[in-house]
C-alpha cells in the first residue's frame, strides 16, 4: 500500500521561511500525482492552499507556494505569520480515482 | 457561492446503522466529483472515497472498500456516506469534499463541508 510521508513537526520563527515535504515510501513524486495542500486549525475544517502543486487557492496569501524539490512535493511559506501555525496536510493522486493524505505536519511559528 | 453543509452530529451504539448527508449548493452537483474524508479523534485526515453524481460511478479507498458505502442523489444534490453496522473504532469527524477536477489527472478538493461528528458508544 502507498504510504505518503511528511515531517511530523516543524518550528519556525515569525517572518521566517520554511518548507514542508511529502514523499513516498516507494518511489518520487511528480506533477502526474498533483499534489495539493491543506491547513487544519484545531476545530474547524481543512482549508485548500494549493493544487495542481503549484496553483493558489482564491484567497490564500502570496506566502505559500508549492513546488516539486527533488523527489518529494513541497509546501514553502517565506514570511511565516503567527496565523499559520496549523497542521498541514498533502495529497497525492494515484490514478483510478484513488487519493492519499500524508501523516500531516504541525507547524509551530514561535 | 459554492458549499457544502452536513448533517449533525449522530450519537450511536455498536451494531447500529447510520447513513450522514452532504448536500451541494452554487455549482452544477452532479457534474463534480464529491468525496468523503475521515478524521479519527487527535489523527490525520484519510480520504475515504468519491462519487460521481452524474452516474453514481464511486471508487474506494482499499483501506475503506467494503466498509462503507457512498451513495449519491443527483435530484436533491446531496451526498451520502453510511454504515450497516457500527464500531466503536468509526468515531470520527467526516468531512465532505468536492473533488475538482478530471479522474485522468487528479483532484482539488474545494470546497469543504463543516464536519459531522459520529460517535459510537456503548
Known amino acids: 500500500q502507498t504510504v505518503v510521508t511528511q515531517e511530523p513537526s516543524f518550528s519556525v520563527s515569525p517572518g521566517g521561511t520554511v518548507t514542508l515535504t511529502c514523499g513516498l515510501t516507494s518511489g518520487s513524486v511528480s506533477t502526474d500525482y498533483n499534489p495539493s495542500w491543506y491547513q487544519q486549525t484545531p476545530g474547524q475544517a481543512p482549508r485548500t492552499l494549493i493544487y495542481?502543486?503549484?496553483t493558489r487557492s482564491s484567497g490564500v496569501p502570496a506566502r505559500f507556494s508549492g513546488s516539486i524539490l527533488g523527489n518529494k512535493a513541497a509546501l514553502t511559506i517565506t514570511g511565516a505569520q503567527t496565523d499559520d501555525e496549523s497542521n498541514y496536510y498533502c495529497?497525492?493522486?494515484?490514478?483510478?480515482?484513488?487519493?492519499?493524505f500524508g501523516g500531516g505536519t504541525k507547524l509551530t511559528v514561535l | 457561492e459554492v458549499q457544502l453543509v452536513q448533517s449533525g452530529a449522530e450519537v450511536k451504539k455498536p451494531g447500529e446503522s447510520l447513513k450522514i448527508s452532504c448536500k451541494g449548493s452554487g455549482y452544477n452537483f452532479p457534474t463534480s466529483w464529491i468525496g468523503w474524508v475521515r478524521q479519527m479523534p487527535g489523527k490525520g485526515l484519510e480520504w475515504m472515497g468519491i462519487i460521481y453524481p452524474g452516474d453514481s460511478d464511486t471508487r474506494y479507498s482499499p483501506s475503506f472498500q467494503g466498509q462503507v458505502t457512498i451513495s449519491a442523489d443527483k435530484s436533491s444534490n446531496t451526498a451520502h456516506l453510511q454504515w450497516s453496522s457500527l464500531r466503536a473504532s468509526d468515531t470520527a469527524m467526516y468531512y465532505c469534499?468536492?473533488?475538482?477536477?478530471?479522474?485522468?489527472?487528479?483532484?482539488?478538493?474545494?470546497?469543504w463541508g463543516q464536519g459531522t461528528l459520529v460517535t459510537v458508544s456503548s
Open positions: 495542481n502543486t503549484k
Open positions: 469534499a468536492r473533488h475538482q477536477g478530471r479522474l485522468r489527472d487528479g483532484f482539488n478538493l474545494d470546497p
Open positions: 495529497l497525492l493522486y494515484l490514478r483510478g480515482g484513488i487519493s492519499v
